[in-house]
C-alpha cells in the first residue's frame, strides 16, 4: 500500500529527476524550492508538490528527535532518515545534511563519511555549513565525485559559537567576511549555497556576486531559490514559528481535532461501525459460539 515510489498521481504530474547540473542551470532562471524532510512520507509529500531540492537537514534533531539543537543528531541518525526519504525515489534531487564533527576532524574523514551519506543512504550530493574555514574538505569533497551544497550566515552548528541564534552579517565587515567565504565555495566548487539568517541587502550582493545558485532561508527575496522545514510551513509542531516562516497550514490542530474526535467516537461505542469490521458467514459464526456452550 505505500508505494511512494508510485509517480503520476492524482493532481500531479511526471517530472524528470533533478540533478546537480540542472539545479546549477536554474541560476537567475525560475526560483528553485527547496524543502526538508526526514522521512518516506513527508518526502513523498514534498516531491508530489514538486519540489526541486529534498534537503535531509540535520534539523531532524529538533524537528522529530526531540532535541534541543542539532549538535546531538549523529551521522548514523542522518543515514537513517535520509535512506528512509531517497527509498521513495524522489524526483527532486535529494541532499544529505552532514552533521556537526563529521568533517571538522580530518578529510579523511570528511570524505569517508559524506561517502557514507551517498552510498549507503543514497544521497545525490551533501550540505556542510561554514567557508574558508572548510575549504579543504570541501575542495577533497568535491575531488571525489561528492557534490557539495554550502551554507553561510546563521549556521545552527556553530550556535554555541555565534551566543544563540542570531542574524549574521549586520556589520560591514561581517558581510565582507561572509560575501569572501561564499567567492571561495563558489571557486572550489560548491553547487548552490544556503544563506540563512542574513539582511536582505547582503542575500542580494552574494546572489549577484557569485555564479552559483543562493537559496535563502530568512535572507529575504533576492536569493535564487528559498528553503524552509517542512515541519514550520505545515504548522506541524505545536509551536510559535520564526519570523521567517510563512505557514500554509497547521496540521498539528488538524491533527489533534482528529484524534479527539475519534477518541471521542470509541468512548460512544460509534467505532468501529460494520463496514470497519471483519465478517463470517453465520453457519460459522454460531459455531463459534457453540464453543462456549458447555454440555449439561
Ligand atoms: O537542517 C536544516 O533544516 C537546514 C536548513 C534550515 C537549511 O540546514
Known amino acids: 500500500m505505500n508505494d511512494f515510489s508510485q509517480r503520476g498521481e492524482k493532481g500531479t504530474t511526471m517530472r524528470d529527476k533533478m540533478t546537480v547540473p540542472a539545479i546549477q542551470a536554474r541560476k537567475r532562471g525560475t526560483k528553485l524550492t527547496m524543502m526538508t524532510a526526514y522521512d518516506a512520507p513527508t518526502a513523498h509529500i514534498a516531491d508530489r508538490a514538486g519540489v526541486d531540492i529534498i534537503l535531509v537537514g ?96 546563521l549556521t545552527p552548528q556553530s550556535v554555541h559559537a555565534m551566543g544563540g541564534y542570531r542574524v549574521q552579517g549586520k556589520r560591514v565587515e561581517a558581510a565582507r567576511e561572509l560575501l569572501d567565504d561564499a567567492r571561495a565555495l563558489a571557486n572550489a566548487g560548491v553547487f548552490a549555497i544556503v544563506l540563512e539568517g542574513i539582511p536582505d541587502v547582503l542575500a542580494e550582493v552574494v546572489t549577484k556576486e557569485i555564479a552559483i545558485p543562493t537559496i535563502g532561508i530568512g535572507a529575504g527575496p533576492h536569493c535564487d531559490g528559498q528553503v524552509l522545514v517542512f515541519h514550520d510551513v505545515l504548522g506541524f509542531n505545536d509551536i510559535k514559528p520564526p519570523k521567517f516562516v510563512r505557514q500554509y497550514a497547521h496540521l498539528a490542530d488538524t491533527a489533534t481535532e482528529a484524534l479527539q474526535h475519534f477518541f471521542a467516537d470509541i468512548r460512544a461505542g460509534k467505532f468501529p461501525a460494520d463496514e470497519e469490521t471483519y465478517h463470517i458467514d453465520e453457519e460459522t459464526a454460531r459455531a463459534f459460539h457453540a464453543l462456549t456452550q458447555h454440555e449439561e
Open 58 to 153: 540535520d534539523s531532524v534533531a529538533n524537528n522529530v528527535l526531540g532535541f534541543e539543537d542539532t549538535l546531538s543528531v549523529t551521522l548514523d541518525n542522518m543515514i537513517y532518515h535520509t535512506a528512509a526519504v531517497t527509498r521513495t525515489k524522489p524526483s527532486a534531487l535529494v541532499v544529505g545534511d552532514m552533521p556537526w564533527l563529521s568533517y571538522h576532524i580530518s578529510v579523511e574523514e570528511t570524505v569517508r563519511n559524506a561517502g557514507r551519506l551517498m552510498r549507503e543512504a543514497g544521497a545525490g550530493a551533501v550540505k556542510l555549513e561554514g567557508g574558508r574555514k572548510r575549504l579543504k574538505m570541501v575542495e577533497a569533497l568535491i575531488s571525489s565525485e561528492i557534490p557539495v551544497m554550502g551554507h553561510l550566515g
